[in-house]
């Protein structure tokens, strides 16, 4: 499995959908835990996250190497949807999946924001809708 560094700009739109749709009680836990209280902060601990599954996996540091600078939060320049917002879900956690940073309770939130988006990306088809049980 080959572990990369989501893009600053997608760790963004992550954090920023996140934040907009996640429950209170989250948000709440997230503040209380890691003193995350918004976009720029979450974004912030999911980029650490995903930089230890990469020194886990090529070795201490090596997250330099792909991205020298570290976090810089970006303001997506449109209100985060569902469907793009799912597709980077996912993405991130590809990259966190099998390391330690797996165990962390953000990974849980996001695995489960991601089940309930997809949810949502479903309900909202034709055959969902249409769909009749035998």
């Known amino acids: 499995m080959s572990v990369h560094l989501v893009s600053n700009s997608k760790i963004s739109y992550i954090a920023v959908y996140f934040m907009r749709f996640a429950p209170e009680e989250w948000k709440r836990e997230l503040k209380e835990l890691f ?10 601990l999911l980029w650490q996250l995903n930089a230890a599954a990469v020194d886990e996996r ?8 792909f991205n ?9 320049a449109f209100a ?4 793009p917002s799912y597709k980077v879900m ?3 956690l590809y990259q966190v999946e099998g390391s330690e940073a797996s165990e ?3 990974v849980e939130m996001i695995k489960q924001c991601a089940f309930d988006t997809a949810f949502e990306i479903i309900a909202r088809t034709q055959d969902y809708r249409e ?3 035998v």
């Open 104 to 106: 962390h309770r953000l």
């Open 35 to 44: 003193s995350v209280d918004d976009a720029r902060s979450l974004g912030a």
């Open 131 to 133: 769909a009749r049980v």
């Open 68 to 76: 020298p600078h570290g976090y810089r939060y970006l303001e997506p």
């Open 58 to 65: 090529y070795g201490k540091g090596e997250h330099r190497l």
């Open 80 to 83: 985060p949807t569902a469907m």
């Open 90 to 92: 996912m993405e991130w």
